[in-house]
């Protein structure tokens, strides 16, 4: 017979002093979380939502998917946050004859000065900080699983020897919506690694006319790093510790399990959603809430939090059915719906 487990034990509230500590903490990351987005807006321009949220995912730990059509500065994106957080990037451009071993690295054979010969590890991109996997779909499935894999376990086995990465270590993928010809889409259970997929849209017109002038001149105004792999790693550290009410709680609870067609009592669901949200998608949901609330220089996160982020934490965790499709229903009006129910 298997053993009863432990009743859950709540932690014991935090003392004055932790809490002061903590306050400290929280203020000094929301100044250099403004000071990170100023440097940033020198090189991207309007696109905020889509820098929070990148953001958001990094300070959460996780890795993000950026969803849009080409030129609109999704690499720009990467090299910009490389730099202004202090971070080694590498960038890989996904084809359909990439291999494992061009991303993960491989063994070479060497011969010594004694003549004696021995295998040598040659790291492959994947060891860096920030690594950009450009147009991911692209690639085969056997390549992609290699990187995802090592996106899960933050190492690599070669030849029967695990590589750690760096630390801190996160993929920033891109995929184009509109040319799937040649592509091969990610599994769910691949996709459900990424933390937030993130909907890059056209600028608007005043963010437009500011980069058009900015970007074909003689001169182009740079970046500053503004903070260290230190510093964000602290960071994701204090969000995990960031405390969440218990309203907010049963928001994410309600919202995610009211995505699934099983379990749910909203008719829209139950006739037009395949597959809804696992758990992993309201542990993502908690801990971008506390990320969001971070960069807004708040103690906590609310309800308002999880509104914003549902759409990014749910649209690549969801599947409507042919149904839905037959009927032009999108999933971002299904996820807007479940929204709408929080109150």
Known sequence: MSA??????PSPPPTAKAMDDMLA??????????A?????????????????Q???TLLSGGHVLLVGVPGLGKSKLVETLAIVMGLGSKRVQFTPDLMPADILGSEVLDEGEDGRRHFRFVPGPVFCQLLMADEINRASPRTQSALLQAMQEQRV???GVEHPLPRPFHVLATQNPIEQEGTYPLPEAQLDRFLLEVQVTYPDLASERAMLVATTGTGEEKPAQALTAEDLMAAQALIRRVPVGDTVVDAILNLV????????????VRRHVAWGPGP???????LACRARALLDNRLAPSIDDV?????????HRMALNFSARADGLALDTVIARLVERLG
Do not use: C, H, N, W
């Open 4 to 9: 009863t487990p432990a009743p859950f034990q």
């Open 25 to 34: 903490d929280i203020e000094a990351l929301g100044r250099k979380a403004a």
């Open 36 to 52: 990170a987005r100023a440097q940033i807006g020198r090189a991207i321009y309007g696109q905020q939502d889509v820098v929070d």
């Open 54 to 56: 990148t953001l958001i």
């Open 157 to 159: 086995a070669i030849g």
């Open 257 to 268: 399990r009211s995505g699934r067609p099983e379990a749910s009592d909203d008719e829209t």
């Open 280 to 286: 992993r998608a309201a542990q993502a949901l908690m």
């Open 307 to 315: 509104a914003a982020l549902a759409p990014p934490v749910l649209r």
